[in-house]
């Protein structure tokens, strides 16, 4: 079956451009994450979701970052005034009930 | 200090060797454990669960330590494709179950 999406695949910013993250969780599944993952790092808790409510945003990094599921499927991590530290891989994940979290490929972000 | 902690490596290992990686957390909140596996560039995926009882897996033996707040895994009779990043997570029982992922050991099998 069809995995988690996400789009565009690879995005380049020029400092203070917005840009907007999408991400296609796979069918059925409740629960949605975004990580930021910068390199030589691991993944970095950003928000999470639980159906349309956003139940935890304790991990966004600054009042720049905002994330929206409205309908409960598809959601979109926007960056406003994006800054040279912003630069990182952007990973959505999902998960049904207690189920593992299952990984989209990705979004890589530079900002030059 | 972070709440995982890895060592980065990278470990270069000849093919058949037997490797482990170590991992320490600091939160005794923390209620589950697993070892997940990354590619160059590609999204993490879930390598195995971790429990104190301690789970093999064909050539992979993952052990927790609970007490110590510890966590390994050993991988024996190393294969090429084994070559990844390997991250120690744990799941702390909040909203959703978030997880905290450490930075990652390198592993590369050489032939």
């Known amino acids: 079956g069809a995995g988690v999406s996400q789009s565009p695949r690879y995005k380049v910013a020029k400092r203070g451009q917005d840009v907007a993250l999408r991400c296609d969780p796979i069918?059925?599944?409740?629960?949605l994450f975004w990580y930021q993952q910068a390199l030589g790092q691991g993944p970095e808790f950003l928000t999470y979701?639980?159906?349309?409510?956003?139940?935890?945003k304790s991990g966004l990094p600054s009042d720049r970052f905002f994330a929206e599921r409205p309908e409960g499927s598809v959601s979109t991590l926007k960056i406003q005034r994006t800054q040279q530290e912003d630069s990182a891989v952007y990973l959505c994940?999902?998960?049904?009930?207690?189920?593992?979290?299952?990984f989209g490929p990705g979004t890589r972000l530079t900002v030059t | 200090r972070k709440e995982v902690e890895q060592d980065p490596g990278p470990f270069n290992v000849p093919e058949g060797a037997t490797v482990a990686f170590n991992c320490t957390y600091s939160?005794?909140?923390?209620?589950?454990f697993f070892w997940y596996r990354q590619d160059c560039r590609k999204e993490p995926k879930l390598l195995m669960s971790?429990?104190?009882s301690g789970n093999e897996d064909g050539r992979f033996t993952a052990q927790l330590n609970r007490a110590s707040q510890y966590i390994s895994l050993l991988i024996r009779d190393s294969k090429l494709s084994d070559s990844a990043t390997y991250l120690c997570?744990?799941?702390?029982?909040?909203?959703?179950?978030?997880?905290?992922f450490g930075a990652g050991t390198i592993l590369r099998v050489k032939s």
């Open positions: 997570v744990v799941n702390r029982m909040e909203y959703g179950n978030k997880l905290v």
């Open positions: 971790v429990y104190s």
């Open positions: 994940a999902s998960k049904r009930g207690f189920d593992e979290q299952y």
């Open positions: 939160n005794s909140a923390s209620q589950s």
């Open positions: 069918s059925g599944h409740v629960s």
């Open positions: 979701f639980q159906n349309e409510a956003q139940l935890d």
